[in-house]
């Protein structure tokens, strides 16, 4: 399980798992937050294609899906 402080979430780096379209190096590109500093959006960014995907930031926890950094 990887530890995560969603305050520190901007501009993170995160490598995939499981590999879908060539997609496996991405950075938090957005972290909303609401009055309570609660997160209520995350968008990741793949590095090589450049789209985004709109995640629940508590995914990135799972160490089966997800590593922290570019591996």
Not at 23 to 46: G, N, P, R, S, W
Not at 60 to 71: A, N, P
Request: with cysteine.
């Amino acid at each position: 399980m990887n530890s995560i402080n969603p305050k520190s979430l901007m501009l993170s780096k995160w490598t995939k798992v499981d590999v879908d379209n060539k997609e496996k190096h991405f950075i938090i590109t957005l972290v909303k937050f609401d009055e309570d500093k609660k997160v209520i959006e995350c968008v990741i960014e793949a590095v090589m294609s450049k789209k985004e995907y709109s995640i629940d930031w508590r995914e990135l926890k799972s160490s089966d899906k997800w590593r922290i950094g570019w591996q």
